[in-house]
């Protein structure tokens, strides 16, 4: 008789789940690298979720199949961010048993609507059907996978520029976005002030979508690498934090080696720093 599998909580449920006295925000870090090993390390730090990215960093399907893999059986949540918005890939992300999306660059309720239907089978979206292909079915093992396909998947949409600001509300009110994630760094500079992600006209706009999100009663989350910026934003209500990354740790970390035990000539710092 064939094993039987239930699909994993999403990170839909995580969010929902922070109620009473044990209600906190959610902590988690980026997965940069691209290594299973690197992933699996960051998945048992007893963060809450983790980030696998593949806009910015050296992350293709296989890459994306084997961190999932590495990962599995861990208590974390764990997000995938696709390149872009994109329907096909999108659904080859969710054949590979991503269940947690975060879709970048979101900039109007008609991308968020589109965003939403690439992860729904027809007639409520335009996901392909290749369940027994598939490992997000495990090759059909999950009961009635294509009628519960959407529980099992969460959907969070990227706000990083003024044109998403503008209408936050409005993405907000798509049916199926599940959260909103601020990208100050993307946002400062779709405001000209790259590489000014802790202005305040940049923490404005945050505080603002944040805000919008209350108000509507969905949760939003914020990248936010410096210590105060994060416990700022979650003061102001972010459900969700991203608070490092892997590839930043590892940079930081061998540099501060690098400074502890090569002085240069003259004894002034690297120039890394």
């Known amino acids: 008789m064939p094993l039987r599998i239930e699909p994993f909580l999403t990170f839909r449920e995580a969010l929902a789940a922070q109620t009473g006295a044990a209600d906190r925000p959610l902590a988690g870090m980026w997965v940069c690298s691209g290594s299973p090993l690197v992933a699996e390390l960051c998945a048992g730090s007893g963060l809450d979720w983790l980030l696998v990215d593949a806009e910015h960093s050296p992350n293709g399907l296989e890459s994306i199949l084997a961190q999932l893999q590495a990962v599995n059986g861990y208590p974390v949540h764990v997000l995938v961010r696709p390149p872009v918005n994109d329907t096909v890939v999108i659904k080859q992300y969710l054949d590979l048993g991503v269940q947690n999306l ?5 900039n109007s309720a ?34 009635d ?26 993405i ?3 049916d199926g976005v599940d ?15 790259l590489g000014q992600q802790e202005h ?16 509507a009663g969905k949760p939003a989350g914020v990248n936010a690498f410096n210590p105060d910026t994060a416990h700022h934003y979650l003061d102001s209500g972010a459900s969700f934090v991203l608070v490092g990354a892997d590839v930043a740790l590892l940079a930081r970390g061998s540099e501060a080696l690098a400074a502890a035990f090569i002085r240069p000539d003259g004894g002034d710092t690297p120039a890394s720093y």
Do not use: K
């Open 102 to 106: 975060l879709i970048p660059m979101v």
């Open 110 to 143: 008609a991308e968020a609507e589109a965003a939403v239907a690439a992860t729904r089978y027809p007639p409520h979206g335009v996901r392909g059907v290749g369940s027994a292909l598939a490992r997000a079915a495990r090759w059909n093992r999950v009961p």
């Open 145 to 170: 996978y294509l009628a519960r396909a959407s529980e099992t998947i969460s959907v969070t949409v990227q706000i990083e520029s003024t044109a998403a600001v503008a209408v936050v509300e409005n």
């Open 172 to 174: 907000l009110a798509v």
């Open 179 to 193: 959260g909103i994630f601020l990208g100050p760094s993307d946002l400062a500079a779709s405001m000209g002030l």
């Open 200 to 215: 305040p006209e940049v923490r404005a706009a945050v505080e603002h979508c944040l805000a919008a999100a209350a108000a």
